[in-house]
C-alpha cells in the first residue's frame, strides 16, 4: 500500500469504479457490521456465564441506551460527509476537522441529556453509574464514524473494517479475562469505552498514513451550516434512536434490569441468524438495482427468488429456536437462571421472518428510487412501538415486551408490503416460496422429537441434516431433476 501525500489528499477516486472495488468494499462493510454484532453476542455470553442475572440486564439496559444515544450523537453527519467528500475529495480535511467538532458538540449534549434521562427515570445507583460510565464512549465513537464518513467517500472500506476488527477482539479478550479473573461491571464498562478509544486511534493512523494527511482547521461558521444541514439525517436518526431503546426503557420502567436483561438474552439468539440473513440480501442489493425497469417485473422475480432463499435458512431456525427454546438459552449462557427468558424467545423467533421480509421489501423501495416511502413507515412504526409498548409491557411485563415487538413488526411488514405490492401489480406467491421449508422443517422437527434428551449439538446436527436432505430432495424434485435446478437458481443471479 502506498503512503499518502504528506500535504495533500491522494488523487481522487476514478469517476468509474471496477467492479471488484465495490464488491470488496461492500464485503468489508459486511465483515465490519458482522464482527461488530457478533463480538456482541459473545459479549452477553460471557457476562451471563460470568456475572449475576441482575448485572446481565444493567449491562443489556446500558447498551441499549448509549447505541440510542450514539445515534444522536453522530447527528447524521456520516451520510452527509460521504456524500459531500465523494463529490471532492479535496475537502476531505474541511469536512473531517469541521465534522468532528460539530460531534464532540452533539457528544456532550447526548452524555448531558443521557445524564437528565437516568435522573427522570431513578435508575439504581448502580445501574446509573454503569450507564453514565458507558456513554463516555460516545465521544470516540461519534469521532470514529466522522473516520468511518470518509473512508467510504475514498472508496477505503477496508481500512473501517481493520479498525473494528482489532478493537472488536480486543474487547471480547479484554472482558473475558476480567472476567475470569473476578472483575465485575465497572471494570466490564471501562474496557467497552475503551475499545471505542482504541478504534478511533486505529482509523486515525490508517486515515493519515493510507488515505490523506489532510490540512485540519476547524470553521465555527462552517460547523453551524453542517450542523444545519443535516436536520434531515438528525430526524431520521432520532426516530431509528427513539425505536432501539423504546423497549427496553419500558421494560426497565416496569419490571426492572432483570426483565430486559431476560429479553435481551432471548433477542441476542435471533443475531446469527440475522447476520446470515443481511449478507444474503447485501449481496443481492446491486442485482436489484441494476433489475429496476418500469414494469417491475425483473425486480418481481428477484425479490421472490431472494425470499425463497431467506426462506431456506431462517424457517428452520425460528421453528429451531421455538423447539428449543430453553436448551439453547441454557446451553449458550451457561446459567438455568435464563431458562425463564424461554417463553419471550418462542415469540421472539417470529418477528425474523417478518424482520428478514421487511428488509426485503425496504431494499425494494430504494432500488425503486422510492426512499422517502421509508421516513413515513419509520414514523408509524414508532407510533406502534409508543402505543403497544405501553399497553403490553406494563401489563405483563418481559412476555408484554416481546409481543409488543411483535406486533410492530408485523406493522412494518404489512406497510412495506402494500408499498410493494402495487408496483408489482400482483401478489407475491408465498405459498410457492415457503412449502418447501416448511416441509423439510417439520422433517427436522420429527428427527428433534425423536432424539429429545441427548445432547444439544448431537440434536442440533442431526436435525441439520435432516432437514438440509429431505429440502434438497423436494428443491431438485420441484425443478424437474438436478440439472433444470441449477439452471432455474443460477439464472436470476447471473445478471
Request: contains cysteine; glycine residues 6%; hydrophobic residues 55%.
Amino acid at each position: 500500500m502506498d503512503k499518502a501525500s504528506d500535504t495533500q489528499p491522494i488523487s481522487p477516486t476514478p469517476a468509474l469504479t471496477s467492479v471488484r472495488t465495490i464488491a470488496g468494499n461492500a464485503v468489508s462493510l459486511l465483515a465490519s457490521d458482522a464482527a461488530s454484532r457478533a463480538a456482541t453476542f459473545v459479549l452477553f455470553a460471557l457476562v451471563a456465564r460470568h456475572l449475576s442475572t441482575y448485572e446481565f440486564g444493567q449491562v443489556a439496559l446500558g447498551l441499549s441506551l448509549v447505541r440510542s444515544f450514539q445515534l444522536l450523537a453522530v447527528a447524521g453527519l456520516q451520510t452527509l460527509i460521504t456524500r459531500e467528500v465523494a463529490k471532492d475529495p479535496d475537502k476531505t480535511g474541511h469536512f473531517l476537522a469541521n465534522g468532528s467538532a460539530v460531534v464532540i458538540i452533539t457528544s456532550l449534549l447526548s452524555v448531558t441529556a443521557l445524564v437528565l434521562f437516568t435522573r427522570v427515570i431513578a435508575y439504581a445507583p448502580s445501574t446509573t453509574f454503569s450507564i453514565l460510565l458507558l456513554s463516555l464512549g460516545l465521544f470516540p465513537y461519534s469521532l470514529s464514524v466522522i473516520c468511518d464518513a470518509v473512508f467510504r467517500a475514498r472508496e477505503k472500506m477496508q481500512y473501517i473494517a481493520y479498525s473494528n476488527l482489532l478493537a472488536n477482539a480486543m474487547r471480547i479478550a479484554l472482558v473475558y479475562l476480567l472476567l475470569v479473573r473476578g472483575y465485575g461491571l465497572y471494570h466490564l464498562t471501562v474496557v467497552l469505552v475503551l475499545a471505542h478509544i482504541v478504534a478511533l486511534v486505529s482509523k486515525w493512523w490508517l486515515l493519515l498514513r493510507y488515505v490523506a494527511r489532510p490540512r485540519l482547521a476547524v470553521d465555527f461558521r462552517s460547523c453551524a451550516v453542517l450542523a444545519r444541514s443535516t436536520a434531515t439525517f438528525l430526524g431520521i436518526n432520532g426516530l431509528n434512536a427513539v425505536m432501539t431503546s423504546l423497549v427496553a426503557v419500558l421494560m426497565s420502567k416496569y419490571v426492572g434490569e432483570v426483565g430486559v436483561g431476560l429479553y435481551t438474552a432471548a433477542r441476542q439468539l435471533t443475531v446469527p441468524i440475522e447476520l446470515v440473513s443481511q449478507s444474503v440480501v447485501t449481496s443481492v442489493y446491486p442485482t436489484m438495482v441494476r433489475s429496476f425497469e418500469p414494469t417491475y417485473e425483473r425486480l418481481r422475480q428477484i425479490t421472490e427468488r431472494l425470499l425463497e432463499s431467506l426462506a431456506v435458512v431462517v424457517l428452520p431456525a425460528v421453528i429451531g429456536l421455538y423447539w428449543l427454546a430453553e436448551e439453547a438459552l441454557v446451553f449458550v449462557y451457561g446459567s438455568s437462571d435464563f431458562s425463564g427468558a424461554a417463553v419471550v424467545l418462542r415469540i421472539l423467533v417470529w418477528t425474523m421472518i417478518l424482520r428478514v421480509s421487511s428488509k426485503v421489501f425496504g431494499l425494494v423501495l430504494v432500488a425503486s428510487l422510492r426512499e422517502r416511502v421509508t421516513l413515513r413507515i419509520l414514523a408509524l412504526d414508532l407510533v406502534a412501538a409508543l402505543i403497544f409498548g405501553l399497553v403490553l409491557i406494563s401489563r405483563f411485563g418481559v412476555v408484554g415486551g416481546a409481543v409488543s415487538t411483535l406486533m410492530v413488526r408485523l406493522v412494518d411488514f404489512i406497510q412495506r408490503y402494500v408499498r410493494v405490492r402495487r408496483p408489482f401489480q400482483s401478489r407475491i406467491a408465498f405459498g410457492r416460496i415457503v412449502w418447501k421449508p416448511i416441509v423439510a422443517s417439520l422433517c427436522m422437527v420429527a428427527c428433534l422429537a425423536m432424539l429429545s434428551g441427548e445432547h444439544f449439538l448431537l440434536s442440533i446436527a442431526s436435525a441439520g441434516v435432516a432437514y438440509l436432505a429431505v429440502l434438497s430432495l423436494l428443491m431438485i424434485r420441484s425443478a424437474g431433476g438436478l440439472d433444470q435446478f441449477r439452471a432455474e437458481y443460477s439464472h436470476l443471479w447471473s445478471k
